[in-house]
């Protein structure tokens, strides 16, 4: 049967400092705690550390992570991890993993690593074996090609064992961090054009498979050190005893979140090995090694100080003629296709705005795109000799300019009538997906300013009516002007700073769970990241990467705005493979703080893969300190959702969801309550749980149900909400959370103070709304009055109240903006009671904010009915 290449082919589809300036010599051997502040590549994706295998030829750096470390699609290490050039802190590359069958189910066993080096290359090679079959990947360095890293795997059967089909390769680029773009060796190249694998067929996803040349994986424009990767299949073969080696078919496919390339078992018998189709690919059914029998698969990952393909384009057409031209915009970009709409070349002018590359003989046209939407086309014949097309010129745009005395602010910039919404920070690929737009993650219609270096000056418009807005978080009001810019026009914004409108004494705001450039699935900067957070008036920010501890003191110290925000070290701990001791995953949790260790191997992250949810809370329980352990984003946000890795409460690790109509000890609930016989832990016991997350009140509803049901069953973990931001789109410190503290302030802040009052409940959550909910008097005898008090800024509404006890509905009504609302309760046993508060967005409201409503909830308030001084749950 076909079936489980076709099924292997889907999960691989869905994968979804310091250094050194003196490298002379090839050199390849393990990182150490001498070496590796010389060692260790730089980067916002650098994760290689101490024990981990360096790799360089003087040019390049590379790190191949240690077999005892964790991959991304494999619960092994022993793949290549880090890859730039030495001394440019540049990393983009995020992962390359092998995949034998197609299935990160079906895992090589790595066992030991081989370093060497002479005065020409440098090789790291990984020896492991999977079922019989004794693999060997080497990936080498040399100073003939100083910019390609080199790649070979063989796999050979010594022993029986399960069928080998095919080999490939798995490079991660979540949710399109780098941007590939992908030449098909024949036939029609999409380019920047992908499908979607999220709910792909079966026949949707063998279209996407083709006979590939090369992917370029094009790096973010936002970081400092410009870099792209190209990876190259150069030479695939079978060997049998007693026979020559023979060609065997290679393929690939490319979406926003993965690049595969990859390799059959054997040649076909039916067709040709040049090309990849059903036909080809149903071969696979009888395809095996035999005793003996080998496969060499062959690849190049090239490597260029540029955000384009021009290096890799160039380097297939050595011989053919120079295409020149110039657009005037640096910040533009020229695609180049042929006439059928395939995608040739891709390139980004220097800072004049001129670009050349090669072009073989033929018909083609120029698509420029820049700013402010703006585009231009030509088309052009291309002969053996050299072109030069002038110039290309771009419609003009308009520019405005941005005060300096707005900051800390974020400026939202709408568009009035026929004029549509800017897109700033655009990277003009044009990726698609599925024919809809995939925009990079630093593309928004808002601006951020932090008030420190680095702010925005001005921003390009295209001519029509705008409304800006300024905002800096609820505890603000706002300020808009409307402006009108023609072509070629340059207006000077004219726009008041926000101006606080509440006073929140004795409450600090902090956003729990946050990303940025050093998580594998964001591109933002830290320190654009830091100054999105202070456009919003947050004043804790919390380092939540993926499986990378990251610390925003430094830049807080750099900037000199210790008096304005504090920051705590933590962790996303994210699970993604299936394995023996969570065969659906742990789930995504946040630790915190954490040590921030930059020569470990991720910055000493917590390790997250084969372990069980209670394990990882042991772990992070063991550090010494105050620590909070949050359960993150535990539901699918919409019903009929595919269970998420992350949605914990969907899976609990076994494949059975959390049922809150039934008690703990249920049988379906058994891996949730069982304890640990070391630790006595449980999968239950972390601190925290997520329940709003970003924008998504459905998932909200859905976790307030489960976490009502855990209270009452006397369970009482904090209920927090975060926004999970990965983009400057979404921004950051919506939802937040209000902690009480002694000392609100900056400069006042005590860690350990605020994880004690987080995990006592002593917090609520918001998308705007301030939230003041308490008794007027002790409970007497089985009755209290409530008092609600709700505050909000003028440009967020208010207008209902609801009151749960016991996690039922009790009262609920008119909550008007900015007043104290009391109700008074009957409490027949010991109870809790939790508040929420919601508006209509208002069209200020919803263009400061799209897809939000305002809305907030308290913690619980547990009533001890009976004053014994003892409370006991109210159970199911």
Known sequence: ????????????????????????????????????????????????????????????????????????????????????????????????????????????????????????????????????????????????????????????????????????????????????????????????????????????????????????????????????????????????????????????????????????????????????????????????????????????????????????????????????????????????????????????????????????????????????????????????????????????????????????????????????????????????????????????????????????????????????????????????????????????????????????????SADLHIHADPSDDSTVPMRRRLASYLAEGGELIVSTDHDHVSDYAPLIAEFGLGDQIRSIVGLEITSTVATEAAPFTAGHSNVFPVPYRPLAHRAGAILSEGRRLRELIAEARAIPGERLFQLNHAREPESGAIAEQGAFFTHLSVGKPFDPSRPLDDPGHASLIERDSITGLRDLDFDAMELLNGSSMGRYRKLRTDWFSLLRQGERPTATGNSDTHTLRLVPGVPRNYVRMADDSAAGFDENEFIRNLKAGQSFVTTGPILDVRFAEPVRAGTGTLVVEVRSAPWIPVSQLRVFVNGELRHEAEAPQNDRIEVPLEFPADSFVVVEVEGEPSDTYAALLPDFVPFAHSNALFVDADEDGQWQPPGL
């Open 1 to 508: 049967m076909i079936r489980p290449l076709l099924f292997g082919l889907v999960l691989a589809a869905q994968f979804v400092a310091v250094a050194d300036r003196s490298h002379a010599a090839p050199f390849a051997g393990r990182i150490d705690v001498d070496n590796a502040a010389v060692r260790i590549v730089g980067g916002p994706d650098s994760v290689g550390g101490i024990d981990d295998w360096a790799l360089t030829n003087g040019t390049l750096c590379a790190v191949v992570a240690d077999p005892a470390h964790e991959g991304y699609v494999l619960p092994t290490g022993g793949s290549l991890v880090d890859l730039g050039y030495c001394g440019r802190a540049d990393d983009q590359f995020i992962i390359l993993e092998g995949l034998a069958n197609l299935s990160r189910g079906d895992v090589t066993h790595w066992t030991s690593v081989e370093a060497q080096a002479n005065t020409r290359e440098a090789a790291i090679l990984v020896h492991g074996e999977r079922d019989g079959v004794a693999v060997t990947t080497r990936y080498a360095l040399d100073i003939d090609q100083p910019e390609t890293l080199h790649v070979s795997t063989r796999l050979e059967r010594r022993a029986k064992g399960e069928r080998l089909f095919a080999f490939g390769d798995v490079s991660i680029h979540y949710d399109g961090t780098l941007r590939p773009y992908m030449l098909a060796r024949e036939g029609h190249s999409e380019g920047f054009s992908h499908r979607s694998t999220g709910d792909a067929t079966v026949i949707d996803l063998m279209g996407s498979i083709v006979p590939v040349e090369q992917v370029a994986l094009i790096g973010s424009r936002s970081a400092e050190a410009p870099i792209s990767y190209s990876i190259r299949i150069t030479g695939a073969h079978f060997e049998s005893p007693g026979s020559e080696p023979r060609p065997v078919a290679t393929f690939g496919l490319s979406t926003e979140t993965v690049t595969f390339v990859g390799v059959l078992a054997n040649p076909v018998w039916l067709g040709s090995d040049d090309e990849t189709g059903l036909l080809q690919l149903a071969q696979t059914l009888f395809m095996d090694l035999e005793i003996g029998d080998a496969i060499v698969f062959e690849r190049a990952i090239d490597v260029a100080q540029r955000t384009d393909a021009v290096a890799f384009t160039d380097a297939s057409h050595p011989t053919a003629g120079t295409l020149r031209g110039t657009t005037g915009e640096a910040d533009s970009r020229v695609h180049i296709l042929d006439l059928d709409g395939s995608a040739v070349a891709f390139a980004a002018p220097d800072a004049t705005g001129a670009f050349s590359f090669r072009l073989p003989p033929g018909a083609y046209e120029a698509r420029v795109l820049a700013s402010a939407d703006r585009h231009v086309e030509r088309r052009f014949e291309m002969t053996e000799s050299d072109l030069d097309l002038g110039a290309l010129p771009l419609p003009a745009a308009a520019l405005v300019r941005i005060p300096a005395d707005l900051a800390p602010a974020r400026l939202a910039f709408r568009g009035i009538g026929t004029t549509p919404d800017p897109l700033f920070d655009d990277d003009h690929t044009g990726m698609q997906m599925e024919g809809a737009p995939k925009l990079a993650h630093n593309t928004s219609s808002h601006v951020a300013l932090g008030g420190f270096a680095g702010d925005p000056e001005q921003v390009t418009l295209s001519p029509g009516r705008y409304r800006v807005l300024a905002t800096r978080g609820p505890e603000f009001g706002i300020t808009s002007v409307e402006i009108e810019v023609a072509a070629g026009e340059t207006l000077e914004l004219e726009l008041d700073a926000p101006q606080r409108v509440l006073e929140t004494p004795g409450l600090l």
